[in-house]
C-alpha cells in the first residue's frame, strides 16, 4: 500500500514539468497549497458575516468597486457552466454586479464572438474562448493583456488569485507570447475511452497502437446488435473533427506548416492520417456520424452503442451519472494509443474567459472579477466536491491543483476505471503544443481543413485530394497575412 501510495505521488509530479511549450515557468508546479491573502482594507464589513462569501472576501479587496454594472458572458451548454450559472447570485450578492449568460453551441458561440470583437459592439464582456483563437484576438487588439489587472492591488490580491495553482498547461492555454489573456475555467485532455464489459467479454487485448485500435474496433464491432466498433467526431469545425484529427495527423508526423508558413499537412502523412481516420469512421461507426459532435458521442457511449471513442475526458459526467448512463461501472480510461511514429499525442484543451477590449473601463473592471470569481480556488470547490445539487451534475474538469490533489475531489471522479491516473499520466506526457498551428489565421485556416476532412469523410473527395484542395485554400490564406 505505501508503495501505491508513492507511485501516485510521483505520477502527480508531472504538474512540475507540463509547462514546457506553453509559456508557464517551473513555479506554477508548487503542490503544496499556498494560504489566502491577509484581509485588506476595502472588503465591505456586513459580507464578512455571510459565509458562502466569506472565501472570496479573503482576497480582501474591494469586490463592489463596479457595483450597479451589468455584464454579459457567452458560454458552450456544459454541465459546468450550468452550474456557474446556477451560482451566479453569488456573485451579484458578493459584488454588486448583475450578469446575464447567453448559451450558445461552439460553432455559432465562434462565429458570433468574432463578429462581436472584430466590429467592435461590445455586446459580450467576456466568452468562453477556444485556445487556438487567441493569436488572432490578440493581433487584433479585441481582448486585454490581463497583467495590469493582475498588478492592480486595487483589483487583485495576487497571493488569493495564486496563478501558480492553475495546472501550467491550462493556464497557458490562454497566453500568447508569454502573456496572460484569458483565465481558465475547465480543463480537458484526449484519452481513449472504451467500454471494459465488451473488451473482457470479447477478449480482445487494449490497443496500444492506432493499427491495434482499428484491429479491435473491427473484432468488436457488431452493429447487427446495436454495438458499433468506435466512433471519432465527424461534424465538421474547427473544434468539432478538428478536434480529434489534429492529434491522429500529428502521431503519424504531420507538420502544419513550413519555416515560410508554407502549408505541408498534404504530405504522405497527413494523406495517410486522414485515411486512417475515414476508415475507421466508415467502417466500424454509424451512418450518422458525419453529423456526430462529441455531445452525442458521449450520448451514444452513454447508451452503450458504441465500445469506444478517443475524445476530451470532460465528458466522463455523461456517462458517469447512473440515472442517465446504461455503461456505469463498465467504463475504462487509457491514453490515446501510440501513432506510427511511436509517439502519443493529445490536445491541449480549455474554455477560458478574456476581457473584451471594446466594453467600457468599469465593464472591465467588473469582467476581471468575475473571471477571478469562476476561477478561484472556492468556486472551483463549489462546483465540485462541495457542490450541493445533483451529484451527477459535479465538474470533473477543473483546472486547480489544489483541487486535484484534494481527496475529497478525487473522490467525485468515479467514472471509471483508470481516469485520474490517464489524466495525469496524459498530462505528463502525450501535450503537443503544436496540436494545432497557433498562427492567427487559425479560424479560417481550421474552417478550411474541417471541410476537408469531412470531404474525405463522406467520400466527395479522396484524402489526398481532399488536403491538397485545403492547402492550395490555405496558401492563399497565409498571403493575406
Known sequence: ???????????????????????????????????????????????????????????????????????TVMMIPWVGNDIMQELSPMFTKLTGVNVRYQIIPPLQLREKHILDLSTKAGQFASTATDPMYYPLYVTNKWVEDLEPYINDQKLTNKEWLDLADFVPAWLGSGQYKGKQYGLPYMGECAAHMYRTDVYEKKGVPLPETLADFMEAAAKLHDPANNLYGAVLRGFKGPGQNLYVWPPIFRMFGGQWLDKDNKPIFNSKAGVDALTWYCELNQKYAPSAVT?????????????????????????????????KSKVVGNVGFRRMP????????????????????????????????????????????????????????????????????????????????????????????????????????????????????????????????????????????????
Open 1 to 71: 500500500m505505501k508503495q501505491a501510495k508513492s507511485e501516485r505521488i510521483s505520477r502527480r509530479s508531472f504538474l512540475v514539468g507540463t509547462a514546457s511549450g506553453v509559456g508557464i515557468t517551473a513555479a506554477a508546479a508548487a503542490l503544496s497549497a499556498i494560504p489566502p491573502g491577509k484581509a485588506r482594507a476595502g472588503a465591505p464589513a456586513v459580507q464578512a458575516k455571510d459565509p458562502e462569501l466569506e472565501p472570496y472576501l479573503k482576497a480582501g479587496i474591494d469586490w463592489q468597486q463596479a457595483k450597479g454594472e451589468t455584464i
Open 291 to 323: 453529423n456526430w459532435n462529441w455531445p452525442e458521442i458521449a450520448d451514444a457511449f452513454a447508451a452503450g452503442t458504441i465500445v469506444q471513442y478517443m475524445d476530451g475526458m470532460g465528458h466522463a459526467g455523461v456517462y458517469g451519472d447512473p440515472k
Open 338 to 481: 501510440k501513432g506510427p511514429t511511436g509517439k502519443r499525442v493529445s490536445t491541449i484543451w480549455t474554455w477560458s474567459f478574456p476581457i473584451n477590449a471594446s466594453i467600457s473601463d468599469n465593464a472591465k473592471k467588473a469582467t476581471w472579477l468575475w473571471a477571478q470569481w469562476m476561477s478561484s480556488k472556492a468556486f472551483q470547490a463549489r462546483v465540485t466536491y462541495e457542490y450541493t445539487g445533483d451529484k451527477g451534475r459535479r465538474a470533473a474538469d477543473v483546472v486547480r491543483l489544489s483541487i486535484w490533489k484534494d481527496e475529497r475531489y478525487r473522490k467525485t471522479l468515479q467514472f471509471g476505471k483508470d481516469f485520474e491516473k490517464t489524466v495525469l499520466d496524459t498530462l505528463a506526457n502525450d501535450l503537443d503544443p503544436e496540436w494545432r498551428p497557433l498562427v492567427p489565421q487559425w479560424p479560417e485556416m481550421g474552417n478550411i481543413l474541417a471541410i476537408a476532412v469531412q470531404k474525405a469523410l463522406v467520400k466527395q473527395a479522396t484524402p489526398k485530394d481532399a488536403l491538397d484542395e485545403a492547402a492550395a485554400q490555405i496558401t492563399e490564406t497565409m498571403k493575406k497575412g
